[in-house]
């Protein structure tokens, strides 16, 4: 729900106040602090996330709320109303904003897995999240409300739903003092800067934007110009409670309109007059997140607020439909979300317990957006088994082993084993693996150079960091001081990228390709109960780096020569060799029954 011109008016009212965060709860609405924390974190975005520079930006603010004993509760919004025509429209102007060609005059856009590696740094820092299947406005309402605590948000109208708001841009992050200061708008204030009271869930009704009815109330409320508001309010004011509804429904003529505004006066009423009846609150008041049973109605809810469920697989569940990489490309290739394909239609079939899969997909085709019609067949048997903690036998519930993410692998690599293969390799970096050989083998066989370069990119954040981070900390451990030599000798690789004389447009494309298979392959995990660890992104992407390397090797032998010029026999380079072992092993290795 949005109220934008109830939020100037709030603004222009001047009714902030000091406020000081110190040992207390705090609803954060994540779709405002987050945003824009990509753009002031200064990575690059053209060639991809820097997934590792980012985390560390938002871990930074988080850890200034942690420091003052701010316990915080974050909220994220779930996915936008389907409209397949305004979709089409918003998707072919990204897709002008693209153009490899004007790559120096890229608008700024947010890279894929960005929030993925939100919600991953709040789960380091145990900070509990949950995540709407739609709307967040009740959510958020119904948990701040519970606590009785401020909400951090830009949408300043929530204080007119009886919680305090303070806008994210007032915390002062980089103040000396040991309090955290910010600005705060008491409910109390704002409600009665307005003086409707009872009356308030009208005045939100009237100028929530899912309608366009406040026109055919001109002449009954008798306003002129762009100063809406406050004529509404004043109007408000004068009009008896028990006859204002249907005043208004009587005066709007139009049959939708009419129908939109009282579904939308039905909405507001319950979060404004019962807002602890929501899935939120129960789920904060948890310390674990709900099972899910085949014959909850609201498994699917419950799936996407513990992030089983990536919120694109709620659009494709119910619409089946798929909107197409915003990511830079290559107008020579097809879109660069169609490798990942397969992943997303048996996501599909699991989601909706069928073994076909018909997918509506919003693509990029050249330089257009068009819509493409994409079905999927799969001959073995799909159960929507796996999606369930628990199902029902007789009287009985029984837990269910995850299977279908090594049945989805037999299906499209049939002949590869991995299980063994992997024994060998971190945990986090099996998906990685999979990934590249899905990638590989399926889509590009010529990418192979490129996953040399991933996979040195997870050494370096993950396992090689790690361990220098030990070192500063004066925890040693093996290898520590061989792994800090070995980050400081790759240290030019993360250096910036002069797009204007490095730019190659295929590479970028296939690099894009292979982020959409890595992103998908690990929602996919995550649906099938994530029976393989998902990939920490923060601590394997950094395109930058990868990008630099890519342009520095000239095949595989050449990076292995160059590191083990560098860094010798060393126990870095022992068990970067074990990882690029372990990814030529799958690669190359079919099960004899092939």
């Not at 060609?101 to 789960?123: I, R």
Request: hydrophobic share 35%.
């Amino acid at each position: 729900m949005k109220f934008t011109a109830l939020r100037h008016y709030i603004r222009n009212k001047n009714l902030e106040a000091p406020h000081t965060l110190s040992d207390c709860d705090l609803v954060i609405d994540g779709d405002s602090f987050f945003k824009g924390t990509y753009r002031s974190s200064r990575c690059q975005y053209i060639l991809g996330p820097d997934c590792d520079k980012y985390a560390d930006h938002i871990m930074k603010l988080l850890t200034a709320f942690i420091d003052n004993d701010v316990k915080c509760y974050v909220i994220f919004r779930g996915v936008h109303k389907y409209d397949l025509e305004k979709r089409k429209e918003i998707h072919q102007s990204i897709i002008d904003d693209r153009q490899e060609s004007s790559v120096d005059h890229v608008e700024y856009f947010t890279p894929a897995l960005v929030n993925v590696v939100q919600k991953q740094v709040l789960e380091k820092m145990d900070i509990k999240y949950f995540v709407c299947e739609q709307d967040s406005l009740g959510a958020i309402v119904g948990v701040a409300r519970k606590l009785k605590c401020p909400v951090l948000t830009d949408n300043l109208e929530y204080s007119l739903f009886g919680v305090s708001c303070i806008p994210t841009n007032s915390v002062q992050y980089h103040n000396s003092a040991t309090k955290l200061k910010c600005e705060i708008y008491g409910h109390e204030e704002v409600k009665t800067a307005f003086g409707v009271y009872n009356k308030m869930p009208v005045v939100l009704a009237l100028f929530n934007e899912s309608g366009d009815y406040l026109d055919s109330l001109k002449q009954v409320i008798q306003y002129v110009g762009s100063d809406v508001v406050g004529p509404v309010v004043r109007w408000v004011k004068r009009q008896r409670e028990a006859t204002l509804f249907s005043k208004i429904a009587n005066s709007i003529d139009d049959e939708d309109q009419n129908r939109i505004f009282k579904e939308v006066y039905e909405k507001i009423q319950i979060i404004y007059c019962y807002p602890l009846c929501n899935l939120a609150v129960k789920y904060f008041q948890r310390d674990k997140a709900h099972d899910l049973l085949r014959d909850d109605k609201k498994w699917l809810a419950k799936a996407v607020a513990c992030g089983r469920i990536a919120l694109p697989y709620v659009t494709l569940r119910k619409h089946g439909f798929v909107c197409g990489s915003t990511l830079m490309f290559d107008g020579k290739q097809p879109d660069a979300l169609l490798p990942a394909m397969d992943i997303i239609a048996y996501s599909h079939c699991l989601l909706t317990n069928s073994q076909v899969s018909k997918i509506t997909f919003l693509e990029r085709k050249g330089k257009k957006c068009s819509v493409k019609k994409i079905e999927t067949f799969w001959d073995r048997d799909i159960s929507n088994r796996d999606l369930f903690t628990k199902y029902r036998v007789g009287k009985k519930l029984k837990t269910t082993t995850p299977q279908a993410f090594d049945l989805f692998l037999e299906e499209v690599l049939p002949g590869y084993k991995f299980e063994n293969l992997l024994l060998s390799v971190p945990e986090d970096c099996r998906i990685l693996i999979i990934t590249l050989v899905y990638y590989i083998v399926k889509k590009n066989k010529d990418f192979v150079n490129g996953a040399y370069c991933i996979l040195l990119s997870y050494f370096m954040l993950g396992r090689v960091s790690k361990n220098v981070d030990s070192l500063q900390k004066k925890l040693l451990s093996p290898g520590s001081k061989d792994s800090e030599v070995f980050y400081n000798r790759l240290q030019f690789l993360f250096e910036k990228v002069n797009l204007k004389l490095k730019y190659d447009s295929a590479a970028v494309h296939s690099f894009s390709e292979f982020i959409h298979c890595l992103q998908h392959m690990n929602y996919l995990n995550k649906l099938c109960g994530e029976k393989i660890r998902c990939t920490i992104f923060h601590e394997t992407y950094n395109a930058t780096f990868i990008y630099n390397t890519y342009l520095f090797m000239k095949d595989r032998n050449h990076l292995i020569n160059f590191l083990v010029s560098k860094f010798g026999d060393s126990v870095p380079m022992k068990k970067f060799k074990n990882i690029i072992d372990a990814f030529e092993n799958c690669l190359s290795v079919k099960c004899s029954c092939d």
